[in-house]
């Protein structure tokens, strides 16, 4: 049987809110695995059709639901994330630069772009996990992607996916573990700092390490 409401409330981080049915009553749980569209986010007040099944405890949830005009909508990017992709985007030209002057090797503009890949694949991963319920990826794991080099393409897929972004506890540490991996990157650009790399490469070349 087919019901129509509202969308009265809705976390985006998590993946999940409540409809307001047209008839009156207790509002119904929703996840966002049950929607037609799962690439687009529901907002407030969006009017809905959906179904209802009991879940495996006997609690009531809207499953099939599809948004009354067809589509749900599809927001932009807002102004406050489009900072940090940029911030992103600057400091890999910044390397890019450094490794044209033969400030810093190849090797660490390329480290960067491998862990930054592996990051954004990593939150890909983790997103899907929390839109499907299923296992997630440890957050810590998420910050050592982060820690390690990562940190650009991490920055860029917590505001395209939009993944992670207004946890205030984890930007709090994911902004620590940028701190440090930009100290040690500019720690190379110091006299102690460029031996102990030169050191390093030199070892990684011989295959020592």
């Not at 939009?162 to 100290?183: D, E, L, P, Y």
Request: net charge positive; aromatic share 14%; glycine share 8%.
């Amino acid at each position: 049987m087919q019901y129509k409401g509202k969308i009265a409330d809705w976390n985006n981080e998590k993946g999940f809110g409540f409809i307001n049915p047209d008839e009156g009553g207790k509002n119904v749980f929703v996840h966002i695995s049950s929607f037609a569209d799962r690439q687009a986010r529901p907002m407030a007040n969006q009017a809905v059709s959906y179904e209802l099944k009991a879940d495996e405890k006997g609690r009531i949830q809207a499953i099939k639901v599809v948004c009354s005009t067809g589509r749900f909508a599809r927001t932009a990017l807002p102004m406050y994330a489009v900072f940090p992709l940029i911030f992103s985007v600057f400091f890999i030209f910044f390397l890019a630069l450094m490794v044209l002057t033969d400030k810093l090797p190849f090797l660490i503009l390329a480290a960067y772009l491998a862990m930054s890949l592996a990051a954004f694949f990593a939150y890909c991963i983790d997103k899907s996990a929390a839109v499907k319920g299923r296992w997630r990826t440890p957050e810590n794991t998420l910050h050592i992607f982060g820690l390690i080099g990562g940190w650009p393409g991490a920055l860029m897929a917590q505001q395209i996916l939009r993944h992670k972004s207004k946890k205030q506890s984890f930007q709090i540490v994911f902004w620590m573990t940028v701190a440090v991996n930009c100290g040690f990157l500019f720690w190379f650009f110091s006299d102690s700092g460029s031996g102990v790399l030169r050191s390093i490469l030199h070892a990684a070349s011989k295959g020592l390490i």
